[in-house]
């Protein structure tokens, strides 16, 4: 397995396992903490996985978390996504900047996403699976949605928009998130 900076935002990491195939399928480590512990990560600090399922076309996102934030792991265990990543850390090099991967289980690469950074994803195909791997017990009182769709930060979607939740269809726009925090 090895590590790779994200060089637009700063802080996050594509590890990259190395599948082993013969004609049975394949095996995957889809997590070593020796990894993770190389590049400055804490594996002992995530608390919580969750599984996620879409369908094609659906779309989940644009979130992140107030306060102390959430650093994540992100994996498409099966079928594949259509990952972004916004920095929001106003004290952030990479502020403001955007990064696009699609993840899928033919790879199982897992996505290191900093705390302060807002997450989405759009299934690409019939069925997707999406694991997340959180450094902090979920607390509904911070979270932040901003809208998928906001012209300024123009995320090329690959698809049409399925379905929503109703969360995230009516989430605010980047400046009215930012303004808030600023109070």
């Not at 996985?49 to 107030?66: A, E, I, K, M, T």
């Not at 950074?117 to 759009?122: E, L, P, R």
């Not at 400046?175 to 109070?183: D, G, P």
Request: proline share 8%; with cysteine.
């Amino acid at each position: 397995m090895k590590a790779t900076e994200v060089p637009a935002i700063a802080g996050a990491y594509l590890f990259e396992p190395t599948p082993y195939a013969d004609e049975r399928g394949f095996f995957s480590r889809t997590f070593d903490a020796d990894v993770v512990r190389s590049v400055g990560l804490d594996p002992d600090a995530f608390v919580q996985d969750s599984l996620s399922r879409s369908v094609r076309g659906v779309l989940r996102g644009l979130h992140l978390r107030s306060g102390a934030g959430e650093s994540k792991m992100v994996r498409c265990s099966h079928g594949r996504i259509f990952d972004v990543v916004v920095d929001l850390r106003a004290d952030s090099p990479t502020y403001r900047n955007r990064a696009f991967f699609e993840l899928s289980d033919e790879t199982q690469a897992t996505l290191y996403i900093p705390a302060g950074c807002a997450h989405g994803f759009q299934a690409l195909t019939e069925s997707a699976d999406t694991s997340y791997r959180i450094d902090r017990p979920h607390d509904p009182a911070e979270d932040v949605t901003i809208a998928f769709d906001d012209p300024e930060l123009a995320i090329p979607w690959p698809l049409p928009v399925t379905s929503l939740s109703p969360r995230d269809r009516e989430a605010p726009s980047l400046a009215e998130v930012l303004k808030h925090r600023e109070k």
